[in-house]
C-alpha cells in the first residue's frame, strides 16, 4: 500500500457554489460501491454517461435541462465535448476527494487515481505502479481491456493533445 498525501487544494473550495451538490452526488454515488472493481466500474458509467450528454448538440443538452437544472459543468449550454473533457478531472478530484481514502492499494483504484486533478492522486498511484513490477502490469492491462476505463482515457487523449498544441 502507498500512502496518499494530503492534498494542498480542495476542489470543493474552488469549484463554484451551484456545482458542489452535482459533485456531491457523484462522490457519493461511488462511495457506495463495497470495493474498488464496483467504484472503477461507476466512476466510469458516470463519466462517460456525462460525456455522452456533452457530446449532444446544445439545443438538445438544453431541451433536456430544461426543468431548471444545472448544467453538469456549471457552464451554459454552449458547452461541449471539449469542456467536459476539460473538467473530467476535476470531477474524478472531486469524487476521490470525498472518498477521503489514505492509500492506494489496487490497480482499478490506481488507475482511477490516475486521472485525478490532485498531484497527490496521480503520485500516489504511480508510486503505488513502481513498488512493485507486477502493480504496474496490472495496471497496465486494466488500461488496455477494460473497454470503459480505456473510453475515459481517449476522451482525455485528446484534451491533452489539443491543450499541448495550443
Request: charge should be neutral; charged fraction near 25%.
Amino acid at each position: 500500500m502507498i500512502e496518499i498525501a494530503p492534498l494542498t487544494r480542495s476542489v470543493f473550495e474552488t469549484s463554484p457554489e451551484k456545482l458542489r451538490p452535482f459533485l456531491e452526488g457523484l462522490a457519493a454515488r461511488v462511495s457506495a460501491g463495497s470495493n474498488w472493481l464496483v467504484r472503477k466500474k461507476t466512476v466510469c458509467d458516470l463519466l462517460l454517461g456525462l460525456d455522452a450528454f456533452f457530446a449532444l448538440p446544445a439545443a438538445e443538452r438544453q431541451a433536456l435541462m430544461s426543468d431548471g437544472a444545472v448544467p453538469a459543468d456549471g457552464t451554459d449550454a454552449e458547452g461541449g465535448p471539449e469542456d467536459f473533457r476539460r473538467v473530467l478531472p476535476i470531477y474524478v478530484g472531486a469524487i476521490l476527494e470525498r472518498l477521503a481514502e489514505r492509500t492506494v492499494a489496487s490497480p482499478e483504484q490506481a488507475a482511477i487515481y490516475l486521472l485525478s486533478i490532485h498531484p497527490e492522486h496521480q503520485a500516489a498511484a504511480e508510486a503505488w505502479m513502481l513498488a512493485d513490477p507486477r502493480n504496474g502490469k496490472s495496471v497496465r492491462k486494466l488500461m488496455r481491456t477494460d473497454r470503459r476505463y480505456r473510453q475515459l482515457m481517449d476522451r482525455m487523449a485528446d484534451h491533452w493533445r489539443t491543450v499541448r498544441s495550443n
